[in-house]
């Protein structure tokens, strides 16, 4: 499927410190961000061109139209793929633009006609896996004495109690956790900051692990070698990426021989036992660092087993 006159995007090299692709991708303010935008940026490149070794860098986008930038909408939705992970391609095409306006290379009136693009509408029930505490009883249980498990115990049970994403976890100092207030200052998406707290069992977890971490300034969970010691960046403890919390979570669950669950899984089910337990949505949404109550409310379990229950007041007659 190919654009009508669309700009050759093979061509026009663009130097670096103008290029829009590099400008946005350093305007965003966490790794796992410029990680996930870049993705999306190559991708259109690939489409757009047709060349499997494209990436974003260097491309023309100061040339795409309206004409254009509806047509790239409806080659992603014919790519089969989610309404969200559509419009996260839209938000980094809108985004890209909107730097090459502010760089001088198109105008005002062109960069608003081409990013305006309606979002895809789409209905669908939030994915993921309900994680029962016995799960997370095992996984815990799964955690040994070394450094590493420690800190694994630690890291489970902030995940299980707060209901953070991967990045926000890795994300955490040493210097956001409070431990009178029992809460951690958490950095969200747009670098939103909020509050969440610990249950005093996740309390005692992170006091272990902070015990062998020590008190130097740096991340509050770090990568741990084979030898047992925390990898340092500049001298202080380094971050986990986001794959690493992932493996970290893959490699307990399993040693538990329990079903694989993944962070948004623990994510999901904080909201769940939140919002059942009463806590008001407003409360909820505040907590999980949503932007909008309508995202938190996809997660509310009680509707679904209200449904549930009034199918379980219909008899079958037996004839």
């Known amino acids: 499927m190919s654009l009508p006159a669309v ?188 509050l969440v707290y610990l249950t005093t069992d996740a309390i005692g977890l992170v006091e272990r692990w902070l015990a062998v971490r020590g008190s130097a300034p740096g991340a509050l969970f770090s990568p741990i070698s084979k030898a047992g010691r925390l990898r340092l960046r500049d001298g202080r403890p380094a971050g986990l990426t986001g794959q690493g919390i992932a493996d970290i979570l893959a490699r307990r669950l399993g040693e538990a021989g329990a079903a694989r669950r993944t962070a948004h899984d623990f994510r999901r089910t904080f909201i769940g036992e939140l919002l059942d337990a009463g806590v008001d949505l407003a409360t909820a949404q505040a907590l999980v660092g949503h932007s909008s109550p309508a995202t938190t409310a996809r997660y509310d379990r009680r509707p679904e087993r209200t449904r549930r229950e009034a199918v379980d007041r219909l008899a079958l007659i037996h004839i």
């Open 7 to 194: 700009p050759d995007l093979a061509g026009l090299p663009v130097e670096p410190a103008r290029d829009p692709y590099h400008v946005y991708l350093d305007s965003l303010t966490s790794s796992e961000s410029r990680r996930t935008m870049r993705g999306c940026l190559d991708r259109l490149a690939r489409l757009l061109t047709g060349d499997e070794a494209a990436t974003g860098a260097g491309q023309p986008w100061h040339l795409l139209r309206y004409e254009h930038t509806v047509r790239i909408r409806t080659m992603l939705t014919d790519q089969g793929w989610s309404a969200a992970y559509v419009n996260k391609h839209l938000v980094a095409l809108r985004r890209v633009l909107k730097e090459a306006w502010r760089l001088g290379q198109s105008s005002a009136e062109d960069f608003a006609r081409a990013s305006d693009l309606a979002p895809v509408r789409q209905t669908r029930l939030p994915t993921g896996h309900h994680v029962p505490p016995e799960v997370v009883g095992a996984a815990l249980s799964a955690c040994d004495d070394s450094a590493a498990g420690v800190r694994d115990a630690a890291l489970i049970a902030v995940l299980y109690s707060t209901g953070c994403r991967r990045a926000e976890l890795g994300g955490l100092a040493l210097a956001d956790y409070d431990p009178g207030a029992r809460s951690l200052r958490v950095r969200g998406k747009r670098d939103k900051e909020r």
